[in-house]
């Protein structure tokens, strides 16, 4: 029997998709006594939902000083539900949020962490995972060989859809946490100007390479990204002629994404593109070089002229929303 | 002011990955190694805060085996003051590193600003600079894309999910972590790379620190290539009709639209 503890990620009150992926993922292992953790300010509300992922009890630390996320009040509050529940696995997504708080809980914990983990196994009490190197050029077994709480931080899509079940009810705790003195503020949020999702967060992303020629010319791009919900990414050779910011850049000096749908336009496939994109479970590549690298990780290749086909392609995603 | 920049020693970015025959890692013999990248950016922001900041010292620091003194020589001569190696065997963990570091720096005149690079791009982990906060009881801010300095406190503008980014006030001493945007690193000149291979590093034993072999938490093993793809579907015609086409498979096939 193992003690899992899920951290359950929220913003202005709505649950991240990628934590339930997790939550459900350890409530599904039989194995498992799984419990959620939930920070923040006013978001008790969520414990019920979290209940219909698996969770048996919701943890529920709320604190003034925890509406706004920073790393220094999130660790202290996880830890303070860590030394509450006393579990023998802590896992979090691997999200620009879970990314950064959950190695000081480890350290505070003086726990083993493994991070970016894109396979999660419950083997009686001990963690079996994997994670990628060198961004995904190779990727090994990881161990944690410490005793104490083993932590792992998941890449999102890599555990399976979310399974929810509205029989499925939790416990409600309450844990307190004293954050006096805290150092850091938050001083404003500038949200993105896009509702678009995150690079390594959405469940499809369409990318393009220096062949767009122009930052203009993602515009192509954003129109079939806001048709299928999708996230819009960017070589590095397109970052750097400035026609994207980097936070969209895909690849070993970017972001490393595993979406269930990429799609590569104009871009040659350099081989620290492919370490952030090859994981990817349906790869399609559009590029007018028949010779191009990219073509050999593609499931479906398209060669040709890319300022007709993403238009065309657009189209006739479009009347597939319709029809369905 | 104390500055400070720990900076890691990794393979180039275009390094083509050969296994060991054993497994047991990546054989790194023989492949060109760098100054991870966005360490760059941290020793940047380290040498511009002391350039305006008369009377600071920038001390570049490294854990790792006896070749990392290499990215050493190269903060050197971008501009760092002072060095410190840490010496650690190959294979240590992150937990590790952390410890040694925050010990180190316990050890040093007392530090304003302790910078690193977002992440190492060898095994990407992302924990070492929040670990080494945590460690020393002080705050960590990642993710850094812009630092504004007056006085005791900084803000830093950090990217957050989605596109959004977000401003923090944070009080010194603080751990920063550095990304692409935060400045344009400079080149080192060539006299200064000469100069550089002469200035003293100091060794300190990572034992000497109190680091020993239980303190790894983690071990990695048997690393394989990624799985290979099974070849593509390439699908012809005109524009029209590969779109077409594509959505199709994409739709009953592949399941994925």
Redesign the interface.
Known sequence: MAKVLVFIEQRDGKAKKASYEILSAAAAAASNETHAVVVGDGVAGLAKEIGTYGAATVHVVENAALKLYSCEAYSKAVKAAIDAVKPDIFLASHSPMGKDFVPAVAALCDAGLVTDCTSVTFEGAKLKLKRPMYSGKAICDATIVAAGIQMATVRANSLGAPKMDAAKTATVQNVAVDLGGMKTKILEIVKGNSSRPDVTEAGIVISGGRSLKSAENFKMLEDMADVLGAAVGASRAAVDAGYRPHRDQVGQTGKVVSPSLYIATGISGAIQHLAGMRTSKIIVAINNDPNAPIFQVADYSIVGDLFQIIPALTAEFKKLKEST | MNLYVCIKRV?D?????K?KADNSG?DLAGVKTILS??DEFAVEEALRVKEKNAGSTVTAITAGPAEAIEVLRTALAMGCDNAIHIELADGSD??MA?KAIAECLKKEAPADLIYFGKEA???????????????MG??????VTGIEYSGATI?CKR?????????????LP?VIAA???LNEPRYATLPNIMKAKKKEVKAIKASDLGVAASD???????????PP?AA????EGD??A???A??Q???TE?K??
């Open positions: 393979p970015t275009e390094m083509k990955v296994l990546v990248p966005y992150s937990n952390a791009i060898d095994d990407g982990a992302a924990m070492v600079p929040q670990m080494v906060a945590a460690r002080i705050p960590s801010v990642t993710i803000k990217e957050i999910e989605g596109g959004s980014s977000e401003t923090v006030e944070v009080t603080t990304s692409k945007g790894q938490k983690v071990k990695l093993s048997n690393f394989q290539m990624p793809k593509g579907k390439k699908i524009a029209a590969q779109a077409k594509l959505v498979l994409l739709h592949a994925v639209v």
